[in-house]
């Protein structure tokens, strides 16, 4: 169970970040009671009981979010559901341990085993970073999320949320409902990893998608659309998804229509060049579909000329970094990605703290200010001079509770 809360907190960085200043700044404290912050400002006094931590050369940050990651690898879901769940807590516990407090977890083709560890999460029972699901992603048969279709062909076993015409669609909006999603999740496009489609084919036809997305908002549900292609994009927002996952091979007149909607990107640039960057590696893809590296080498040019784009393009980002489909402790690296890719190391902090919980509808959250929850992160030195400093958190804070406390993290 979680650990009884101290009365009160006082978190002494050299540098500060709330993510919304222009760039970190000295001299400030930040006081927590029970699970949220409830004063800041410059040599507050602690009181008899304080405990006092001192993050000398260190910036602290509000806990980072990452809005797209599997913490089941999708290469289980013909494996029993407990092994599943098992092979999450170790990947939950790393998440947080490196500074990710708040993920939205995009599902899997089978059973909506994320919804039992946010559950898990919430309650106590494991830790982890806050959970916000989509139990399953949908998909039109032959689609991104039709899974080992050969068991289909074979023994008339399907693996995936699978739904064909509008009626049917519906019916699994209000199913993924009933099992507790937080979001909706839609293959608007093929992928990447598919077994029988491409990332330019399409998914489901416009009056499927529109049929998708107001049956959601008929239940206060948003929905991502993973979506690739230009016209898989330009079909995501016709129908007036909250999010587009991934929009990688989408042109810059896209994004643009993107930008103007008001609709977010969620990038997850790392995971398409921790891809390109390795076709060169034969220890790499020994254990590999061919398929997977065929896709990838096929797409390698437009990626690394597309990538740039969003940045250019204006649309406002979420951080999100499809961790599940490269190892989990690596997501931070989508930090350096996006910098490499013409954001500012500002942008690509803000995309995983204020924007990212602006696409969550959590206000209480990527922020440091009064009232806030206390999620708070320290990286030793400052990474909007260096954001490779990322890949290191000394100190994670989640609720008010210390999480993680390096060496040389110490209470004064």
Known sequence: ????????????????????????????????????????????PPGPDTDVIALPGHTLLPGLIDCHVHVVDEALDTQPLSYQVLSAVPVLRSLLSHGFTTVRDLGGADQPVNVSLKRAVADGLIPGPRMMV??????????????????????????????????????????????????????????????????????FTQGE?????????????????????????????????????????????????????????????YAQMYYV?????????????DSLRATYAQHADALRAGLPDVAASGVPIAFGTDAGMFPHEENWREFPTLVTNGFTPRQALGAATTQAATLLRRPDLGHIAPGALADLVAIPGNPFEDIAAMEHSDFVMQDGNVVRRAHGVAAE
């Open 1 to 44: 169970m979680r650990p009884q809360e101290a009365p009160e907190k006082l978190l002494r960085a050299s540098l500060v970040w709330d993510g919304h200043m222009p760039e970190p700044i000295a001299g400030i404290d930040v006081r927590v009671r029970g699970r949220r912050i409830t004063e800041t400002g410059a040599s507050l």
């Open 134 to 203: 989509a139990p399953n992603m949908l998909s039109a048969r032959g689609g991104h999320g039709d899974k080992t279709p050969h068991l289909a062909g074979r023994y008339g076993l399907e693996i995936g949320s699978l739904a064909d015409g509008c009626d049917a669609v519906i019916q699994a909006v209000r199913t993924q409902a009933r099992a507790g999603a937080d979001w909706i999740k839609a293959a608007v496009s093929g992928g990447f990893s598919s077994p029988i489609d491409t990332p330019l084919d399409l998914g």
């Open 209 to 269: 998608l529109n049929a998708l997305v107001q049956a959601a908002t008929d239940r206060n549900l948003p929905t991502a659309a993973h979506a690739f292609s230009d016209e898989a994009v330009r079909r995501a927002i016709s129908a007036g998804v909250r999010s587009i996952e991934h929009a990688c091979l989408a042109s810059a007149a896209t994004l643009r229509l993107a930008a103007d909607a008001g609709i977010v990107v969620v990038p997850t640039q």
């Open 277 to 289: 960057d390795r076709l060169d590696d034969e220890l790499f893809w020994q254990d590999r579909p």
